[in-house]
């Protein structure tokens, strides 16, 4: 499979903490995708980062990545209950074509 | 952007039947793509639909289970046919207008009993 990890599965903080996610994946890709998904509902798009960029900012959203190393963390600052929810890692591009490989998730619970 | 309709939300299915489940995007798309998510799991991808030819399935998808039509560049459906309880999974359907981030329908919620 060429799915990625994430790592921690499940992360719970409390409100205005930040919280860190991490994401590796396998094979050459264009571009790396961050997800959430509330309640397994659809999935809502996030932040994308270039294979040629190494961090990107968004709100309170970190992201950054290292081809060299295959990986790529999202962080969220100053947390808020509305923050609860999974988060993914997506990879595109590379052999895939325009399919995603969606990572194996982290379960973000950020307490009042 | 791509605003995507997906129904049913959820439903409960007797075992042996079939459930078809519908995508409508509000703007044309080249392809659309249909993932399956087991509880607590990520998402697999079942099969990419495109316009005008068969769907391309994925390793451990067939077509004979998981039907799909593509008739126009705004609609797909996908069929689980013949479920069983295994089935009872999350499906989603998505698009990528322009090749960078995927826009997702809500899900369907299938339980089969």
């Known amino acids: 499979s060429q799915q990625g990890e994430e790592d921690p599965q499940a992360l719970s903080i409390q409100e205005g903490e930040n919280a860190t996610m991490n994401c590796s994946y396998k094979t050459s890709i264009n571009n790396l995708q961050w997800y959430r998904q509330n309640s397994g509902r659809g999935l809502v798009h996030l932040i994308l980062?270039?294979?040629?960029?190494r961090e990107k900012h968004s709100g309170r959203l970190r992201v950054t990545l290292d081809t060299s190393k295959k990986s790529s963390s999202l962080l969220i600052t100053a947390s808020r209950a509305a923050d609860t929810a999974s988060y993914f890692c997506?990879?595109?591009?590379?052999?895939?074509?325009?399919?995603?490989?969606f990572g194996t998730g982290t379960q973000l619970k950020v307490e009042l | 952007s791509a605003v995507i309709s997906q129904k049913p939300s959820r439903d409960i299915c007797q075992r042996g039947t079939s459930l078809t489940i519908q995508c409508q995007v509000d703007s044309q798309v080249t392809m659309m793509f249909w993932y399956r998510q087991q509880p607590g799991q990520s998402l697999t991808l079942i099969a990419t639909?495109?316009?005008?030819?068969?769907?391309?399935?994925e390793s451990g998808f067939v077509i004979d289970k998981f039907p799909i039509s593509r008739p126009n560049l705004t609609f797909s459906t996908l069929t689980v046919s013949n479920m069983s309880p295994e089935d009872s999974s999350i499906y989603l359907c998505?698009?990528?207008?322009?090749?960078?981030?995927?826009?997702f329908g809500q899900g369907t919620r299938l339980t089969v009993v």
């Open positions: 980062i270039r294979s040629n960029e």
């Open positions: 998505s698009a990528r207008p322009r090749n960078t981030e995927a826009f």
């Open positions: 997506a990879t595109g591009g590379g052999g895939g074509g325009n399919k995603l490989t």
């Open positions: 639909a495109n316009q005008g030819s068969e769907a391309t399935y």
